[in-house]
């Protein structure tokens, strides 16, 4: 290949750089910023694209800066941690505009603004590290399943950071006894004292896991598998409400920017008027809870049976009104649906895969307004385009900046029915 020399143009989602070759393919180098030029020594070629394996920075981006972690450079998670804070919101402007445009197919887009994190260092309340058949506990290195060894982590809060630190010297002093396990979510609350630990254990047993399991309770609320009572952590919402969250249960990463979300999403409520909200992926009612307090009216759908029970112990904690949690399917749900019973607005927070499944149901049920959160630019533009081409329009977009350091965010794009 002939083209060794490429300009980084942007940030695609996925993180990488891309850059677009003079035979006309594109190109992506993976921790290149844009406005760079780097030379490639090693090149992966692709049917109309190319992927670089290795490469030298000929001209460094103002932006580019050495990251505050060793483990970035590695290739952890944090794939932008070598770019100022400030670039990095802009890159992730790019990456959501450009996939409302080339997988959404959106013309004339609403500004798109992404809210910074109060902290870009030191945010995360939870991480999963993984734990290798040797016994040694980190994160996987990008693409691949090679361990890079942790001991702490600057993107972690500090307190979840000590835990971090206690737990991998636990995980030394045992690492026969830890290998019985592939993977642990640490979590920490704010304000609360005890991190909660939960391991994944492998079928393997391995002698002294009493003793490592011992060890980790003196500092740990410890959770195996599945466990019958896995714990609840209590975090802080607005209006000095706590949020009761199983540890198993899903939580949001960064709870600073949780609450950023929350707050547009009560706004955005009011502004557009509505009254009865369905929503659909609900957790432990994150969001429930907050249009609750700001006097709507609603059914939350959600799968995990523990998190409906703790969203239980938050109202009547709170002293909210009765919201009706339903334990299900949020598709089944819609299936079941003859009307949306008054909703006015369905709010939908799904995983990653985002939410194919559910939008011809709502295209036929047809809320005035859709609110829809997704940690996937990608599916959510696919979503956005199906929800589009049955008659809704995007009315705003802001992008919540809930990974500092790495090129994932949050979305939350506003969808209402276009008058007929
Ligand atoms: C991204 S989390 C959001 C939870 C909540 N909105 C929050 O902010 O904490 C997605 C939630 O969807 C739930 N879930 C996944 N698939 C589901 C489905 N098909 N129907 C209902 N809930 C589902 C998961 O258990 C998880 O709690």
């Known amino acids: 290949m002939k083209d060794r020399i490429w ?151 500090p307190e979840l950071d000590r835990a971090i630190e206690r737990f991998t010297s636990i995980v030394r002093e045992h690492a026969g006894a830890a290998a019985g396990f592939s993977e642990v979510e640490l979590r920490v609350a704010p304000g609360d004292a005890r991190p909660s630990a939960w391991l994944v254990p492998r079928e393997r047993t391995t002698r002294g896991r009493d003793a490592f399991e011992r060890d980790l309770a003196s500092a740990f609320r410890v959770v195996v598998g599945r466990d019958p009572d896995s714990g609840v952590q209590r975090w802080p919402l607005a209006d000095e409400a706590m949020l009761h969250v199983p540890t198993r249960a899903f939580v949001q990463v960064n709870w600073d920017v949780n609450l950023l979300m929350v707050e547009a999403l009560v706004a955005g409520a009011r502004e557009r008027g509505v009254s009865v909200f369905l929503e659909l992926y609900a957790g432990t009612g994150n969001f429930t809870f907050a249009l609750l307090a700001a006097g709507l009216r609603g059914t939350a759908i959600e799968t995990n049976t523990e998190a409906v029970r703790a969203a239980e112990l938050t109202r009547v904690d709170a002293g909210l009104p009765e919201a009706k949690f339903v334990i299900g399917d949020s598709l089944d749900h819609l299936r079941g649906a003859v009307d949306l019973g008054g909703a006015d607005l369905v709010v939908l927070d799904p995983p990653r895969t985002g939410a194919a499944p559910v939008v011809p149901e709502l295209l036929r049920l047809r809320p005035r307004v859709v609110a829809y959160f997704s940690c996937d630019p990608a599916t959510l533009a696919r979503d956005l385009r199906s929800l589009r081409a049955g008659g809704y329009a995007l009315e705003a977009i802001r992008g919540f900046d809930m990974f500092p350091c790495t090129h994932h965010l949050e979305v939350l794009a506003w969808m209402v029915l276009a008058p007929a």
């Open 7 to 157: 300009s980084i143009d942007k940030i695609v989602p996925g993180g990488a750089g891309m850059a677009r070759l003079e035979d006309g393919r594109v190109a992506f180098a993976h921790g290149a910023l844009p406005g760079e030029r780097i030379q490639v020594d090693d090149v992966q070629a692709h049917k109309g694209y190319a992927v670089a394996r290795s490469f030298q920075v000929l001209t460094p981006a103002r932006e580019r800066r050495v990251p505050p972690c060793v483990l970035a450079e590695r290739g952890c998670g944090c794939d932008l941690m070598h770019a100022e804070y400030a670039a990095q919101l802009e890159y992730k402007t790019t990456i959501v505009r450009d996939a409302l445009e080339r997988v959404g197919k959106f013309e004339g887009l609403p500004p798109i603004r992404v809210e910074a994190s109060p902290n870009e260092l030191g945010y995360r309340s939870r991480v999963r590290l993984h734990i290798d058949e040797q016994g040694r506990a980190g994160y996987h290195q990008r693409g691949t399943r090679r361990l890079l060894e942790v001991n702490r982590c600057p993107v972690a809060r």
